[in-house]
């Protein structure tokens, strides 16, 4: 039988999709996250207001839900694990492990056999002046956890630069170099997979990053079917590899020979995956939605060219022009305030 109401942790923008995909299936959804009427508390059933981690608030969660899922990948591993003694917890909480700390992550992509940049752990000065003159003096140096858009990290462009503080100036930290990846673009694949195994991959997006945020995620993606295919098997081991349910996305640098690069993954519905909504007949928020609770996959090919476009801080003022530009599905995120680098909402343009 299929579950009847879905907890979602996380109250953000995915937490809100998810939840309206789910309401059109018939399941009630009830949303943990501290801040009160969050996007997600907004279309949900119920809200409720606590931290990720506690305990008599996982409690509730376990008893009013039939499965839960969450919308961030920072949950704490000790929330989902304790959801998962009395509830199922899609996706898997080991795929939580495997990609809130990068070092981790970049070997399990390695495992999987499935290319990604030479890496090196990073725990002191000396350990990254070592990686770095392993690199040829460059690199991306990261923080291992807790990193996103951009945030907590530190490009070395050639082996002139000074490297002194480094370290420190990340925050002292547990921090991953990687080594520079000469790529010709960005792109990322969002999959599915059900308790049976069976799996489901939308096209890939071309991205394209501003400021370390999505701007734009274009389809089809400038790449052959060699690429496209390498994409679809590389989502298909880390997916098997996991026992993995519901949707992931895994994003990839594209090399001038049209090889594959894997950056990282997410294991969630993904801001990639956004055009889904209005180029497919089942958006990555439904395809999540019935992969979670035992309902068939629901076909992922797409029925239309594309472009979506984050609305980030101001951008929120231009709803009124989108809203009368003819192809275009407008999805806003019931944010009051529009701070810089906040993602308000997105537009879908169709193209062809
Ligand atoms: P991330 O936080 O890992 O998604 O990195 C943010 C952005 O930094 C990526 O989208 C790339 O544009 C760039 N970047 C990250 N890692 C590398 C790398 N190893 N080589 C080249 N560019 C990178």
Same mark, same amino acid.
Request: hydrophobic content about 45%; glycine content about 8%; aromatic content about 6%.
């Given at each position: 039988?299929?579950?009847?109401?879905?907890?979602?942790?996380?109250?953000? @923008?995915?937490?809100?999709?998810?939840?309206?995909?789910?309401?059109?299936?018939?399941?009630?959804?009830?949303?943990?996250?501290?801040?009160?009427? #969050?996007?997600?508390?907004?279309?949900?059933?119920?809200?409720? %207001?606590?931290?990720?981690?506690? +305990?008599?608030?996982?409690?509730?969660?376990?008893?009013?839900?039939?499965?839960?899922?969450?919308?961030?990948?920072?949950?704490?591993?000790?929330?989902?694990?304790?959801?998962? @003694?009395?509830?199922?917890?899609?996706?898997?909480?080991?795929?939580?492990?495997?990609?809130?700390?990068?070092? %981790?992550?970049?070997?399990?992509?390695?495992?999987?056999?499935?290319?990604?940049?030479?890496?090196?752990?990073?725990?002191?000065?000396?350990?990254?002046?070592?990686?770095?003159?392993?690199?040829?003096?460059?690199?991306?140096?990261?923080?291992?956890?807790?990193?996103?858009?951009?945030?907590?990290?530190?490009?070395?462009?050639?082996?002139?630069?000074?490297?002194?503080?480094?370290?420190? +100036?990340?925050?002292? %930290?547990?921090?991953?170099?990687?080594?520079?990846?000469?790529?010709?673009?960005?792109?990322?694949?969002?999959?599915?997979?059900?308790?049976?195994?069976?799996?489901? #991959?939308?096209?890939?997006?071309?991205? %394209?990053?501003?400021?370390?945020?999505?701007?734009?995620?274009?389809?089809? +993606?400038?790449?052959?079917?060699?690429?496209?295919?390498?994409?679809?098997?590389?989502?298909?081991?880390?997916?098997?590899?996991?026992?993995?349910?519901?949707?992931?996305?895994?994003?990839?640098?594209?090399?001038?020979?049209?090889?594959?690069?894997?950056?990282?993954?997410?294991?969630?519905?993904?801001?990639?995956?956004?055009?889904?909504?209005?180029?497919?007949?089942?958006?990555?928020?439904?395809?999540?939605?019935?992969?979670?609770?035992?309902?068939?996959?629901?076909?992922?090919?797409?029925?239309?060219?594309?472009?979506?476009?984050?609305?980030?801080?101001?951008?929120?003022?231009?709803?009124? +022009?989108?809203?009368?530009?003819?192809?275009?599905?407008?999805?806003?995120?019931?944010?009051?305030?529009?701070?810089?680098?906040?993602?308000?909402?997105?537009?879908?343009?169709?193209?062809?």
């Amino acid at each position: 039988m299929s579950a009847k109401t879905i907890g979602i942790i996380g109250g953000g @923008q995915l937490g809100r999709m998810l939840a309206m995909a789910a309401a059109r299936l018939n399941f009630r959804t009830v949303v943990l996250e501290p801040q009160a009427d #969050c996007p997600a508390a907004q279309v949900a059933n119920a809200q409720i %207001v606590a931290a990720y981690d506690d +305990a008599e608030a996982l409690a509730e969660l376990a008893r009013l839900s039939d499965v839960v899922t969450y919308e961030f990948e920072n949950v704490p591993v000790s929330a989902a694990a304790m959801l998962a @003694q009395s509830v199922p917890v899609y996706p898997p909480p080991r795929a939580l492990e495997v990609s809130q700390d990068r070092l %981790v992550e970049k070997s399990f992509i390695r495992d999987c056999a499935i290319p990604t940049a030479d890496f090196a752990a990073v725990d002191s000065q000396a350990d990254l002046e070592a990686a770095l003159d392993r690199f040829g003096g460059v690199g991306v140096l990261k923080t291992r956890r807790l990193g996103y858009d951009g945030k907590g990290q530190r490009l070395f462009r050639s082996p002139a630069e000074s490297r002194e503080g480094a370290f420190e +100036a990340l925050g002292g %930290v547990p921090l991953i170099l990687e080594s520079l990846v000469p790529f010709e673009r960005e792109i990322s694949i969002i999959a599915a997979r059900d308790a049976n195994g069976t799996i489901a #991959c939308y096209d890939p997006a071309e991205n %394209v990053h501003r400021n370390g945020i999505l701007h734009t995620s274009t389809l089809p +993606a400038r790449i052959g079917e060699a690429t496209a295919d390498q994409a679809r098997r590389a989502a298909r081991a880390i997916l098997d590899s996991l026992s993995y349910v519901g949707v992931i996305g895994v994003e990839f640098f594209v090399l001038p020979d049209g090889g594959l690069v894997a950056n990282e993954i997410a294991p969630r519905v993904h801001n990639s995956g956004h055009w889904t909504e209005a180029a497919c007949i089942v958006s990555q928020f439904e395809q999540h939605i019935r992969a979670v609770s035992g309902h068939p996959l629901g076909d992922p090919r797409r029925h239309s060219d594309c472009v979506m476009q984050n609305l980030i801080g101001d951008d929120i003022d231009d709803v009124p +022009a989108w809203l009368e530009t003819p192809d275009v599905l407008v999805h806003l995120y019931g944010k009051t305030e529009a701070r810089p680098g906040r993602k308000m909402g997105h537009v879908t343009r169709l193209t062809g």
